[in-house]
């Protein structure tokens, strides 16, 4: 359900009444502590649990009542779901991992990196190591090094795409009209071509929608290390291990080349800067006709899908949403059991993903699943089914029809194929070049998505944008980071 602050902070004050009775207890008869320790021990153990989600869930509750209702009496735990939204997501968890009301937890939109230097996530190592077999065979240890930080295992990665083909998402009619197919390959050449041709015929469309609302795509073939502002990277799709600043790559200089080009040719709509529409909204209206994208395995209607990069993933792919335990945990035994439920029990997964059935779903002969007749995930009243992504596990759940039935076996083959960085695992530290990180940062916020949008010259720019990192000490950074993996690999 969809909590209060207001709700947490009563839960806050009630903890610290308990321990205050606790307290009080202890110099009484060791009789009737005991009595009350062996009966604690078969009680059911509320664990407050914390996801993200991209809709408003009105009927989370029936959810979590249905969830308990296995939860309870299979396992003795209860499970309190709280969902929080994406837009909110990085501020609420930052305050919840500063006290006790969570339990488990998404790491997101903060690195995983930043809450282990802080001290705020518990070492999973040992949970682990005594895991089910059933729960070891989600995710073997080779996987967790991918949420592991200097060998030790902080989170458990959640059930996504870890890798993304990047290419051009186009409206279907139109891309019927040009003969291109879903999954074709294309080159930028092939890009621009068709982009030149298509708006061409439909002026009033533009070629091109920024995927992310301000920026047209907000990475390409490089990897940050674990660091999303991009201070220093690893061009080539990751398969190179020298550490570069990014405006000097090829791979940057070429796209933004590209970019450039397409918006002095009016492919790009020119207030890009200040856009809030999304690309979907832009192309179902007929505003645009296509959008560079970066995805897995997933389809959408009324949309074809292309490739320009083959998949690959970034250093830091598992950490980017994973699911963890709270230091500040009161009970991290319960926690560690209720992310082995939520992990491995499919009635549980498919309720915690899906919905009810009937309610919130139907399901059709294929084994795939739809909303009820006339329903989105906007307003079915708890529509997660559309970002399986989000939770911890999915695959034990029903696929939404637009993916079709074989797509969480799709999705684990496209993982295991992906082309990893050759810094897979590896996060960067800022904290010995803080200052500097934090000033280069102001210099990519000023720069980086007016170059990747075509919005400015990228050569005069580039060049101004150079003068000012090397003022607040990018080279500093990138030696730190040059260290620093150098060490990671080493250790591999």
């Known amino acids: 359900m969809k909590k209060t602050w207001k709700k947490w902070t009563a839960a806050a004050g009630a903890a610290v009444m308990a321990l205050s009775l606790a307290a009080c207890g202890s110099a009484g008869d060791g009789n009737a502590s005991s009595k009350g320790a062996e009966k604690n021990a078969d009680s059911v153990k509320s664990v407050a649990v914390h996801i993200p989600t991209a809709y408003d869930l009105p009927d989370a509750q029936q959810v979590e009542d249905a969830i308990n209702k296995i939860t309870e009496e299979k396992y003795k735990i209860h499970m309190d779901l709280n969902f929080v939204s994406t837009g909110n997501w990085q501020q609420q968890s930052n305050l919840l991992l500063t006290g006790d009301e969570a339990d488990v937890i998404a790491v997101f939109g903060t690195p995983l990196t930043t809450y282990v230097k802080n001290g ?30 200097k060998g030790k295992i902080y989170a458990i990665p959640n059930m996504r ?11 279907e009619d139109i891309a019927a009209e040009f003969g291109i197919e879903d999954g074709q390959r294309l080159t930028m050449e092939e890009v621009d071509q068709f982009l030149r041709a298509a708006h ?10 920024p995927q992310g609302g301000d920026c047209l795509i907000g990475q390409w073939s490089w990897d940050g290390l674990g660091d999303n ?32 080009s397409w918006y002095q040719d009016g492919l790009i709509m020119q207030d890009i800067l200040s856009n809030t529409q999304s690309w979907q909204t832009m192309i179902n209206n007929g505003q645009a006709i296509a959008c560079l994208d970066n995805y897995g395995v997933n389809s959408l209607k009324g949309m074809i899908r292309t490739v320009i990069l083959d998949k690959w993933a970034v250093a ?32 549980v997964s498919t309720l915690l993903n899906d919905g009810i059935e ?14 009820p007749e006339g329903k989105t995930a ?82 005069t720019t580039i060049a101004q944008a150079d003068a000012e990192f090397e003022a607040a000490g990018l080279n500093d950074i ?13 250790q591999k």
């Open 120 to 149: 705020q996530l518990a070492d999973l190592t040992d949970y682990y190591a005594g895991a089910s077999d059933a729960f070891k065979k989600v995710w073997s240890e080779d996987a967790l090094q991918g949420t592991s930080v």
């Open 161 to 171: 795409n870890f890798g993304n083909y990047f290419g051009l998402d186009i409206d």
């Open 200 to 209: 061409e015929k439909y002026p009033d469309r533009y070629a091109l929608a």
């Open 229 to 260: 502002k991009m201070v220093g990277v690893l061009p080539e799709c990751g398969q190179t291990t020298e550490v570069q600043n990014l405006f000097d790559t090829d791979d940057f200089r070429e796209f933004c080349n590209w970019s450039r």
């Open 316 to 347: 830091n792919s598992y950490a980017e949403l994973c699911y963890a335990i709270n230091m500040n945990s009161k009970d991290k035994d319960a926690a560690w059991k209720t992310m082995e439920i939520l992990y491995t029990d499919s009635d």
């Open 358 to 371: 009937g309610t919130h779903y139907v399901k059709n002969e294929d084994g795939t699943i739809s909303f």
């Open 378 to 459: 906007s307003d079915c009243g708890y529509g997660m089914a559309d970002t399986y992504w989000i939770t911890p596990y999915s695959a034990n759940s029903l696929p939404l029809d637009v993916n079709g039935p074989d797509f969480f076996t799709d999705l684990t083959k496209f993982n295991e194929e992906t082309l990893k960085s050759k810094a897979f695992g590896f996060s960067f530290d800022t904290t010995d070049v803080a200052d500097q990180y934090t000033a280069c940062c102001n210099v990519m916020d000023k720069y980086y998505k007016a170059l990747m949008s075509g919005t400015v010259d990228p050569e």
């Open 478 to 490: 990138i030696t730190e980071k040059q260290k620093q993996l150098d060490e990671f690999l080493a």
